[in-house]
């Protein structure tokens, strides 16, 4: 009876603890991370996703943020790496796909890092309104949190960021915690000529050459207010924006019958970077929400990460061309049947 029991019990603990235990997240597992085919899974995350997102932020493919998750915006960058490589058109890592990428780099992908006081240094705001019309009355649009700042920081989100440290709040400079190892700011070379492909909602950067330099996903246009067509021009670059909004845009949701301005920040709302295109009202620029990139829709302008806005602003100058390709309908079509697709698994 007792030989029952014990039995009982433990298939009670293998029933509880699921098909297989989480693979863990600390810095070895991720680092030496060896590739298998992995299923999709709802919300996991993956020693091996999370190395993959690391080296094409690297090689300046970007995953947009670094959460571990084979998102939508994962499968673009592994796809745009592949195309790029000679590989087969495919946004499924294989092994062919994960020995390209890791020998574009040998390095640890995570590491060891000690919180600075600039990090945990506000202020910070308490919190940020929902309504454009309210945010006008904030002395800045700071990050919320020192958390918020460091995920940014190191082009993750912030749920990937407490996973990796789970007893960590964040607050005193000193604490050693486990942070991604990204990428060089700088792209390895200077902007010639920008596309941006509406129908798969990406960005791509080409030199002179015509070869590409970097892939961005981004978020283009809505059905409300489309992202222009044909070939625009870059007029400006501004850090830091201060953001100046016009009744005449009609944005939907805002009720303002006067201009207002919202003052600079992370969250304002086009982010750390404004890049000034040749139509009035019509930018590149970054975002308060890297998780809502390419997931979302835009007021016609051409949204990214704000860490991917500033990789772009650095390597562009005035005057190079703007080319808008493809069809948002395509997007937004693909994006439903995507949502389909997940409902009938």
């Given at each position: 009876?007792?030989?029952?029991?014990?039995?009982?019990?433990?298939?009670?603990?293998?029933?509880?603890?699921?098909?297989?235990?989480?693979?863990?997240?600390?810095?070895?597992?991720?680092?030496?991370?060896?590739?298998?085919?992995?299923?999709?899974?709802?919300?996991?995350?993956?020693?091996?996703?999370?190395?993959?997102?690391?080296?094409?932020?690297?090689?300046?493919?970007?995953?947009?943020?670094?959460?571990?998750?084979?998102?939508?915006?994962?499968?673009?960058?592994?796809?745009?790496?592949?195309?790029?490589?000679?590989?087969?058109?495919?946004?499924?890592?294989?092994?062919?796909?994960?020995q390209k990428l890791n020998s574009t780099s040998g390095d640890?992908?995570?590491?060891?890092?000690?919180?600075?006081?600039?990090?945990?240094?506000?202020?910070?705001?308490?919190?940020?309104?929902?309504?454009?019309?309210?945010?006008?009355?904030?002395?800045?649009?700071?990050?919320?949190?020192?958390?918020?700042?460091?995920?940014?920081?190191?082009?993750?989100?912030?749920?990937?960021?407490?996973?990796?440290?789970?007893?960590?709040?964040?607050?005193?400079?000193?604490?050693?915690?486990?942070?991604?190892?990204?990428?060089?700011?700088?792209?390895?070379?200077?902007?010639?000529?920008?596309?941006?492909?509406?129908?798969?909602?990406?960005?791509?950067?080409?030199?002179?050459?015509?070869?590409?330099?970097?892939?961005?996903?981004?978020?283009?246009?809505?059905?409300?207010?489309?992202?222009?067509?044909?070939?625009?021009?870059?007029?400006?670059?501004?850090?830091?924006?201060?953001?100046?909004?016009?009744?005449?845009?009609?944005?939907?949701?805002?009720?303002?019958?006067?201009?207002?301005?919202?003052?600079?920040?992370?969250?304002?709302?086009?982010?750390?970077?404004?890049?000034?295109?040749?139509?009035?009202?019509?930018?590149?620029?970054?975002?308060?929400?890297?998780?809502?990139?390419?997931?979302?829709?835009?007021?016609?302008?051409?949204?990214?990460?704000?860490?991917?806005?500033?990789?772009?602003?650095?390597?562009?100058?005035?005057?190079?061309?703007?080319?808008?390709?493809?069809?948002?309908?395509?997007?937004?079509?693909?994006?439903?049947?995507?949502?389909?697709?997940?409902?009938?698994?």
């Amino acid at each position: 009876m007792r030989l029952r029991c014990c039995i009982a019990k433990l298939v009670a603990l293998v029933l509880l603890a699921g098909p297989a235990a989480a693979a863990p997240l600390d810095i070895q597992a991720i680092n030496d991370a060896q590739w298998r085919a992995e299923k999709t899974s709802k919300g996991g995350v993956s020693p091996i996703v999370i190395r993959a997102q690391v080296l094409l932020d690297r090689a300046h493919f970007s995953p947009g943020e670094i959460d571990g998750k084979q998102g939508d915006n994962f499968k673009k960058a592994v796809r745009a790496f592949a195309i790029d490589q000679g590989l087969p058109s495919t946004d499924v890592l294989t092994e062919e796909l994960w020995q390209k990428l890791n020998s574009t780099s040998g390095d640890g992908v995570v590491k060891e890092y000690s919180i600075t006081d600039d990090d945990v240094r506000g202020p910070f705001a308490t919190r940020i309104p929902a309504r454009m019309e309210d945010m006008q009355h904030l002395p800045t649009l700071a990050y919320t949190s020192a958390r918020e700042k460091i995920a940014e920081k190191f082009h993750m989100s912030q749920e990937l960021l407490s996973a990796l440290n789970p007893r960590q709040k964040f607050e005193k400079a000193g604490d050693k915690i486990v942070v991604t190892d990204i990428a060089a700011a700088d792209l390895p070379g200077k902007a010639a000529r920008i596309e941006i492909d509406k129908s798969i909602q990406m960005l791509r950067v080409f030199d002179r050459d015509q070869r590409i330099l970097a892939v961005y996903p981004v978020t283009a246009g809505s059905a409300e207010k489309p992202a222009p067509t044909g070939t625009l021009k870059v007029t400006s670059v501004a850090r830091n924006p201060t953001y100046h909004y016009k009744p005449a845009y009609e944005f939907k949701g805002v009720r303002a019958s006067k201009p207002f301005t919202i003052k600079p920040g992370p969250n304002n709302p086009v982010g750390v970077v404004w890049i000034g295109l040749s139509r009035e009202g019509y930018g590149i620029h970054g975002t308060p929400d890297p998780s809502k990139v390419s997931k979302t829709e835009s007021h016609g302008c051409i949204r990214l990460t704000n860490w991917d806005a500033l990789q772009l602003a650095a390597a562009v100058t005035k005057g190079i061309p703007v080319d808008f390709i493809g069809d948002e309908q395509a997007a937004r079509d693909a994006k439903a049947e995507a949502i389909k697709d997940r409902k009938r698994r």
